[in-house]
């Protein structure tokens, strides 16, 4: 897995959600049984945890904001912060997996 196709990954996600209003963030998963809010937010908590443990540095909570809206934007700046790190094929290809899973699940 390269950095490139993890990129490529994360914009095929954003592209499927970006346009979404608040009704269709609201709307329960496929899977999960959860709303898909929680599930990309819990996306973007996992690829900051990855790009923390990249890093090397301890990890932190991702605010969950008052505004579903803002869950593509969070998962952009999340995923820079990961290759910007710089990690290993493996942490790629495990944080593209994570993607592709959430695509599947909304």
């Known amino acids: 897995m390269s950095a490139t196709e993890l990129d490529q990954t994360v ?12 009704p269709r963030w609201a ?11 929680d599930l990309v937010h ?3 908590q996992e690829i900051a945890n990855l790009a923390a443990d990249a890093e090397g540095q301890p990890r932190r ?21 990961l290759l910007a790190a710089r ?13 592709t899973a959430t695509r599947g699940a909304l």
């Open 27 to 37: 709307a329960t998963a496929t899977t999960g049984n959860v709303p898909r809010a």
């Open 61 to 81: 909570v991702v605010p969950r904001l008052d505004n579903d809206l803002a869950l593509p934007d969070q998962l952009r700046v999340v995923t820079a912060d």
């Open 11 to 22: 914009r095929l996600l954003v592209g499927q959600v970006g346009h979404w209003e608040q």
């Open 87 to 99: 990690p290993g094929d493996e942490v790629l290809a495990r944080a593209a997996a994570e993607v």
């Open 42 to 44: 819990r996306l973007v």
